[in-house]
């Protein structure tokens, strides 16, 4: 089973930056590729970055320009730095892992709450 811990959330101002920070185990980290969501209250949980295993990567409308996916494979860590922070990018940010045809292989862990004061 594998097991997947974000961190790296907090409490920040409009026009700040956070890091955040998925562990993946128990998976042979490099070969996969690696997503972060979000999920806002009231709302459906929405695709923010991705990065395939050779570091391909894309991102939603909303966020370019201002979030950088990058991974690790020595730490099995993926991140996403989040600059130019908007109250609107409040959620709980969730990571995942996913085959060569976007299947998540894993369930959702607890995410890592971002909040932006306006």
């Known amino acids: 089973q594998v097991q997947l811990v974000e961190s790296g959330g907090g409490l920040v101002q409009a026009g700040g930056s956070l890091r955040l920070s998925c562990v993946a185990s128990?998976?042979?980290?490099?070969?996969?590729?690696m997503g972060w969501y979000r999920q806002a209250p009231g709302k459906q949980r929405e695709l923010v970055a991705a990065?395939?295993?050779?570091?391909?990567?894309n991102y939603a409308d909303s966020v370019k320009g201002r979030f950088t996916i990058s991974r690790d494979n020595a730490k099995n860590t993926v991140y996403l730095q989040m600059n130019s922070l908007k109250p609107e990018d409040t959620a709980v940010y969730y990571c995942?892992?996913?085959?060569?045809?976007?299947?998540?292989?894993?369930?959702w862990g607890q995410g890592t709450q971002v909040t932006v004061s306006s």
């Open positions: 990065i395939g295993s050779g570091g391909n990567t």
């Open positions: 995942n892992v996913y085959d060569s045809t976007w299947v998540r292989l894993s369930s």
């Open positions: 128990r998976i042979i980290f490099s070969v996969f590729a």
